[in-house]
């Protein structure tokens, strides 16, 4: 794969991806039960091939430009007999846009996709027959050129001709008119650079409908011999149809503005609407003030309606950084605290004033990194669009009918918790597609309608993001999952459990109650990882369902990525986070208040209630410490001390030796580096530069309470 | 005919071999934070400039006898491509030795050793002859990507996944 | 006064019209650029361009015309095409829709 064009890489596959997705959501629309599609459809799609056909193969991706080429015969003769628009063809669209991805994914990991390996192979083999079936059928018109006469010309060749006169570029078909004129004129000595080069540009505004393409500045050529082949001489205008937003183009010509004299002119009045452009990936959004961005966009002269940007593209790594920066940042100011709280106070030195002035950095530190977080929100969008796809998918493969519903797609939350919901999100909703939702048999048999509803939105909730899927299918049959809870050891009695506590077994890893389990959703699998990534997130999951008429499944996030205060406490020598929000209390008590319940371990009374005492030291093996020893003889005044935590309606008590301190703590994941270890909810760097590990609160509960009920069994 | 370039480390009087291209950085040895139930020879885990990464003690991997910590002791830091996802890890190691070249030719494939090391985890053994010696070197190469892989983990009998037996629950009833 | 185009060997356009190759397309266009009536070019195993290339090529075949002689495009490589038209040059560059389509129905 030629290594010169690999700067391009990024734009093209971001471009493309988004392409694909666009090109996905205009198949599924097309609806081939309902009759012959929109002709906007089509040609949407015959658009996007064409597109995507160029890029690749001006980037020399032969492979996704010969693939992209066939697409854009077939929909192509579809132009023409749309009505010839069956499901046959559905599926082998669909099934393009799949290789095409996984075409992608090998680029994206300098890998050459080579067309010779079977899903490709395949999936030309159902173009080709489809389009010979659409030649077949056809009056013999319009595949061909007139006044060729050269009839033996192959299809595909006979397309290019045709597309060549069409010339989607300076012939639009709709004869509609540009809503932007932009024009770059080169300033003196001005040079090629790998960031300016106008036919990326080009290639980029091409994604918004050029209506026409102009060089200028030909005169300006010099003779062959006497040229610079590295200086721009030529200038370019671009009339663009779309009507994107202001923002968008002047993100886009930002690197311009060294190189020349950028103009754009607004030759419409923008629609009702505004800004947002539905294709659009902004990566990152920075507000900056009117009165800064002159010196983001250089000294050259503005010489449009005196725009402003508003926004800037951010390439999503530099936000990582600088994330990084502000967590390391407000580490080394709690190392700086820390140091100045142990200075001894002496005469010369203002202790108070120093400290003072940390903790106001502090202050302002916090307040500095949150910001940083918020440059990494993204729109929901980016997970929720690859739904559609896969309740098609699914629902077919289970022989159910099934409506989605999305809103609220342009709540935006932070990055890496976007990409921490998406295998949870997909969980979920394959979760109510095989277990939720019943059969259209069964669904009429019940007075509903045959067709199931599944509503996925996102919205904001306080200092939260909501994100609902919900259903109306049977719903969760509390006495299966009980009956169920008890045959796999989990629960001993349990007459008293309300259904938010019944609905928590659900997500016990190897918790099933589906009778025939199905490789669909993964034999329960998905549930509890689903749990544990929201969890791990700080993040908790809600259940409300009744039978017979549908579940309602929330998921509800931080809006940023958890930073949250936690209390530093030691046990033995090891050293443990908990956030605070999951403290009810620190309490003192004498080792006769401990007491022990036959099937239940030890538990104390607290507020009204018993609560279990789970003792880490047992838990996670330290044998280093000594166990709560809870031996008659001892002393039964002796207070322990404990810390009473609660999450989600479980609530234990976590004996520790010491209250070491409060901490700001940046959530790390485990997992990246290691697995996951039950009870852990991920790891911290302390002020010192140790790691500590947080506790996972709701793990704890479960883990003991598995522990001891199989004990309890044993013991009987 | 291909040759790689090895970094070989010691464990007692044992020379191991590791493909340069997954050595990340070699550190001195740095506190470490235990985490609960996993196999001994997880050490626990390291703050390496803000990544938290997981320690493993090659002795005990390689079941042999512990040795104290001391100013050689050092940690390797790698990058390990495992089945299911790629990890920094460190392992900790007695002394890091030299950089070899080793041809393809000079790898002869491993015999079953019978001993505590896990033969998984042998891609070969590399005799060298130093130019100034009359001895031969052996070097045991190793391939470690699936060191910290959830199943590897787990098909370690070392792990104490139970609840250490201890005394026995109180079953006096509830004191009112 | 036509040139037969099996006489006078076409001007091969290189796989890649880009800025790292620069120097040697200069060095190949200039080496033809005086050559008397229509040059064939020949664009058909062009595989990537970039502007810098394009430039580059346009500049040849306005070189010429300023020197009132020509260019006759032999092939064209869908790049190629592709190029010129995102840059809106397809028409200076002799690339528009008349001749081309005699390129293809012409060629086999």
């Not at chain 1, 499901?87 to 992608?104: A, K, T, W």
């Not at chain 1, 389009?131 to 061909?144: F, N, P, Q, T, V």
């Not at chain 1, 007139?146 to 012939?171: C, M, Q, R, V």
Request: glycine content about 8%; charged content about 25%; overall charge negative.
């Amino acid at each position: 794969m030629s290594g010169e064009f690999d700067e391009y890489l990024p734009e093209f596959l971001e471009e493309t991806l988004q392409g694909i997705s666009d090109f996905e959501q205009m198949v599924i629309d097309t609806d081939p039960q309902a009759g012959a599609p929109d002709l906007d459809l089509v040609n949407g799609m015959f658009r996007i091939a064409h597109s995507l056909k160029g890029n690749a193969l001006m980037l020399g991706l032969e492979n996704i430009g010969n693939l992209s080429h066939e697409m854009e015969s077939l929909l192509h003769s579809l132009r023409d007999k749309p009505q010839l628009f069956d499901s046959g063809i559905v599926d082998c669209l669909l099934h393009c846009m799949d290789v095409l991805r996984s075409m992608c994914a090998d680029i994206s990991q300098g890998v050459d996709p080579a067309l010779d390996q079977p899903d490709a192979l395949m999936v030309r083999d159902e173009l080709a027959n489809q389009i010979a079936r659409l030649e077949g059928k056809g009056s013999g018109e319009g595949a061909h050129v007139e006044g060729g006469g050269k009839e033996n010309l192959s299809p595909i060749k006979n397309l290019t001709t045709e597309l060549l006169l069409s010339d989607l570029i300076n012939n639009n078909e709709a004869q509609e008119q540009p809503f932007w004129r932009i024009s770059f004129r080169p300033r003196e000595n001005a040079r090629f650079t790998s960031v300016a080069d106008p036919l990326k540009l080009a290639m980029q505004m091409s994604r918004w409908r050029l209506s026409s393409v102009q060089v200028l500045a030909v005169d300006q050529l010099p003779f062959l011999d006497q040229m610079n082949p590295q200086q721009c001489y030529l200038g370019w205008e671009f009339q663009i149809i779309d009507s994107v937003s202001r923002s968008d183009l002047d993100n886009l010509l930002i690197p311009w503005y060294e190189m020349g004299e950028i103009s754009i002119q607004e030759l419409q009045k923008s629609p009702a609407g505004h800004n947002e452009l539905s294709g659009d990936t902004r990566v990152g959004d920075i507000n900056a003030e009117k009165e800064d961005t002159t010196s983001l966009v250089g000294n050259k002269a503005l010489a449009s309606n005196g725009g402003v940007a508003d926004s800037v593209r951010v390439d999503i790594s530099k936000i990582d950084e600088l994330i990084n920066l502000t967590g390391e940042v407000l580490i080394q100011h709690s190392m700086l605290a820390r140091t100045v709280m142990n200075l001894p106070q002496t005469d010369d030195v203002d202790l108070e004033k120093l400290h003072e002035q940390i903790d106001a950095l502090g202050t302002q530190m916090r307040e500095m990194q949150e910001n940083v977080m918020f440059v990494r929100m993204l729109p929901v969008r980016h997970v929720f669009n690859r739904l559609p796809r896969m309740v098609r998918d699914l629902s077919r493969k289970l022989g159910k009918k099934v409506k989605l519903q999305m809103t609220g797609q342009e709540t935006e939350l932070d990055k890496s918790v976007l990409e921490g919901i998406l295998d949870p999100l997909i969980h979920l909703v394959r979760n109510a597609i095989d277990h939720g939702i019943e059969s259209p048999q069964k669904r009429v048999a019940q007075g509903k309608p045959e067709t199931g509803t599944l509503a996925v939105s996102a919205w904001q909730q306080g200092g939260r993001i909501v994100i609902e899927v919900c259903d109306d299918g049977k719903g969760i049959e509390q006495e299966v999952v009980v009956q169920r809870a008890r045959s796999q050891g989990l629960l001993v009695g349990g007459d008293d459990l309300d259904a938010e506590q019944i609905y928590q077994f659900l997500f016990i890893p190897g918790f099933s109650t589906a009778k025939n389990v199905t490789d669909v959703s993964g034999r329960g699998v998905g549930l509890d990882v689903a749990a544990r990534n929201i969890r791990g997130m700080g993040g908790v999951i809600d259940v409300t369902s009744t039978k017979g008429r549908g579940t309602q499944l929330q998921l509800k996030l931080p809006l940023t990525l958890a930073v949250t205060d936690g209390l530093l406490v030691r046990i033995g020598r090891q050293q443990f986070v908990v956030a605070l929000t999951s403290i009810l209390e620190s309490v003192h008590i004498n080792s006769q208040k401990i007491q022990s319940i036959a099937g239940m371990g030890r538990v104390i009374h607290f507020r009204e209630a018993y609560i279990p005492v789970v003792d880490l030291r047992r838990i996670f093996h330290y044998h280093d410490a000594k166990s709560l020893k809870l031996d008659r003889e001892e002393n039964p005044s002796v207070p322990h001390l404990l810390l009473v935590l609660e999450a989600e309606n479980l609530q234990l008590a976590i004996p520790v030796d010491e209250l070491v301190g409060q901490q700001q703590i940046v959530i790390k994941n485990m997992e990246l580096n290691y697995n996951a270890i039950p009870g852990i909810g991920g790891a911290t760097i302390l002020s010192d530069g140790k790691v500590a590990l947080i506790l996972d609160v709701i793990a704890l509960g479960w883990l003991f309470r598995t522990l001891v009920s199989h004990r309890a069994i044993k013991v009987a | 005919m291909s040759q790689r370039q090895f970094l070989s480390f010691m464990l007692g009087n044992e020379e191991y071999g590791v493909d340069i291209k997954h050595v990340h950085e070699i550190l001195t040895w740095k506190e470490i934070t235990a985490i609960p139930n996993t196999p001994s020879y997880v050490l626990g885990v390291m703050n390496l400039r803000g990544s938290i990464i997981p320690i493993v003690d090659m002795r005990r991997r390689f079941c042999m006898s512990e040795k104290p910590a001391d100013d050689h002791t050092v940690i390797m830091v790698l990058n390990l491509k495992g089945r299911d996802k790629t990890r920094i890890a460190g392992l900790m190691v007695d002394s890091v030795r030299d950089v070899y070249d080793i041809d393809d030719e000079q790898i002869a494939s491993p015999p079953d050793f019978g001993s505590g090391i896990d033969t998984d985890f042998i891609s070969g053994l590399a005799t060298l002859r130093k130019e100034d010696q009359d001895t031969e070197n052996l070097i045991i190469l190793v391939e470690l990507s699936q060191l910290l892989d959830a199943d590897m983990l787990s098909r370690s009998s070392d792990v104490n996944a139970n609840i250490a037996p201890e005394e026995e629950l109180d079953p006096t009833p509830l004191a009112s | 006064m036509d040139n037969n185009c099996l006489d006078v060997k076409p001007v091969q356009l290189p796989a890649s019209l880009s800025a790292s190759s620069a120097a040697d397309f200069k060095q190949l266009l200039v080496s033809r650029i005086n050559e008397k009536g229509n040059i064939p070019l020949d664009g058909g195993k062009v595989e990537s361009a970039d502007s810098c290339g394009m430039q580059m090529l346009l500049c040849f075949i306005m070189t010429r015309k300023y020197q009132n002689e020509g260019v006759r495009w032999v092939d064209c490589s869908e790049t190629l095409y592709h190029a010129a038209c995102l840059l809106g040059m397809r028409r200076l560059a002799g690339l528009a829709d008349s001749l081309v389509e005699e390129l293809i129905l012409g060629m086999d």
